[in-house]
């Protein structure tokens, strides 16, 4: 906790949100990401304000197992723990203008992956996956934070940490080809070509998600033992 009229650090929040398992964190300026998306989607805060991107790996995973044996049933348990988790993170964090969640829908819709990709946390690819230099592509992006605070330097962009033509663009031809999806029940119907794509990628194969994660996030399956309606 941070004393009177001491500004809780950037960094300080990203630990607090590590510590719950939402492990990646970034900044960059509002502005700079600003300029690279269309108006809808625009945080519209001051250019130099900081903006926290955060987003987690498998370590999510233990956490939200936790969260659901704690709180049973909920409609969605991801979107529910990461608000709790981020809002818990910045609750004493006096210059915040704003907390984006990157499963809002519009008007609040963020490009959050252009925003990483900004902030340096991992490179836009072409098969529309952020890929970290560590974790690959088996991350997620969860939230922006919108301080007040100006942001003094502003990180370089990702780079390319993989070879795309040599490994998920064919799998993203493939997967195109099937359909591409305009929603999550066209995606589900094809959900392996998608998974083969992340598959195909060099980086980060030893921090793939469990097979839980997996079916969770691209099926919406729950694993056994969490709780079923009415319990
Ligand atoms: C809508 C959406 C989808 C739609 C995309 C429909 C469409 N044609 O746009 C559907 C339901 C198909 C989808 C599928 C998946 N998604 Co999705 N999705 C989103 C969401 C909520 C909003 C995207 C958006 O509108 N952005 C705003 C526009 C303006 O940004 P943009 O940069 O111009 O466009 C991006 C996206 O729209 C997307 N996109 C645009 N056109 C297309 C076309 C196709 C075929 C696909 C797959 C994506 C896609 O990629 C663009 C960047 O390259 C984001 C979260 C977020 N707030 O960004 C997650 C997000 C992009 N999805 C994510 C994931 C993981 C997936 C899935 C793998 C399944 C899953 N839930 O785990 C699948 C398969 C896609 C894949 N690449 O393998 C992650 C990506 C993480 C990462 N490492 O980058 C995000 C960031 C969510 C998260 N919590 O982390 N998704």
């Known amino acids: 906790m941070s004393g009177v009229g001491e500004m809780v650090s950037v ?5 607090r949100c590590a510590r719950g398992g939402i492990d990646l964190a970034a900044v960059t300026a509002a502005g700079a990401y600003d300029e690279l998306v269309d108006a809808p989607f625009r945080l519209g805060a001051a250019p130099d304000a900081t903006v ?3 987003g987690n790996t498998r370590a999510l995973w233990p956490h939200l197992e936790r969260f659901v044996s704690e709180h049973g049933l909920l409609d969605d348990p991801v979107d529910t723990y990461v608000m709790r988790t981020v809002r818990e993170a910045t609750a004493d964090v006096r210059d915040v203008v704003d907390i984006r969640f990157s499963h809002e829908p519009p008007p609040r819709r963020i490009a959050i992956q252009r ?7 991992a490179w836009l690819s072409p098969s ?5 230099p560590t974790y690959g592509p088996w991350i997620a992006l969860r939230a922006a934070v919108v301080l007040e605070r100006s942001i003094t330097e502003v990180p370089s962009p990702a780079e390319a940490p993989c070879d795309c033509a040599a490994n998920c663009l064919p799998r993203l031809q493939e997967a195109i080809a099937a359909g ?12 392996h070509l ?16 469990g097979d839980e994660q997996i079916r969770y996030h691209y099926i ?12």
């Open 115 to 121: 925003l990483a990709d900004r902030a340096g946390l």
């Open 194 to 209: 998608w998974l083969a794509m992340r598959d195909a990628c060099p980086v980060g194969r030893a921090h793939r998600y």
């Open 220 to 231: 919406g399956e729950r694993p056994e033992g969490w709780p079923v309606a009415g319990s």
């Open 52 to 54: 926290l991107v955060l």
């Open 128 to 132: 529309h996956l952020c890929v970290h």
């Open 180 to 191: 591409e999806p305009a929603d999550n029940d066209e995606m589900v119907a094809q959900w």
């Open 11 to 15: 960094e300080e929040i990203g630990a």
